[in-house]
């Protein structure tokens, strides 16, 4: 499977994005869904998860309350709603994709995702 991200760009604190994550060669309705970013000097970090059903979510503490993960099985699309961001959400901003039953055990793991698109940069002025 594919994974084309988009929608990063720059914007002010408190203000939103909304990042797009395409994928073809598959349905991306087998799939748990992951976003991950990585700041410049920093380690890669997870931001949020989706499982295949569109149920559970799962969020890093850091963006609880103002990141939103969905995703369009029929737009084979995961998305990420950025609201309130602050100059710390500066980043490259991944989404990837795993097959995986036990999604609350390593959703937040980058190492189990089997594909990855390429990044999408967000930054964040004060």
């Known amino acids: 499977v594919q994974l084309q991200a988009s929608g990063g760009g720059v914007v002010q604190a408190g203000g939103s994005l909304r990042l797009s994550c395409v994928a073809s060669?598959?349905?991306?309705?087998?799939?748990?869904v992951g976003w991950f970013r990585q700041a410049p000097g920093k380690e890669r970090e997870f931001v949020a998860g989706?499982?295949?059903?569109?149920?559970?979510?799962y969020y890093a503490d850091s963006v609880k309350g103002r990141f939103t993960i969905s995703r369009d099985n029929a737009k084979n699309t995961g998305y990420l709603q950025m609201n309130n961001l602050k100059p710390e959400d500066t980043a490259v901003y991944s989404c990837?994709?795993?097959?995986?039953?036990?999604?609350?055990?390593?959703?937040?793991?980058?190492?189990?995702?089997?594909?990855w698109g390429q990044g999408t940069q967000v930054t964040v002025s004060s």
């Open positions: 989706i499982d295949r059903s569109n149920s559970l979510t």
């Open positions: 990837a994709v795993v097959m995986a039953s036990n999604v609350r055990d390593i959703v937040r793991n980058a190492a189990v995702y089997n594909y």
């Open positions: 060669g598959r349905s991306l309705s087998s799939y748990t």
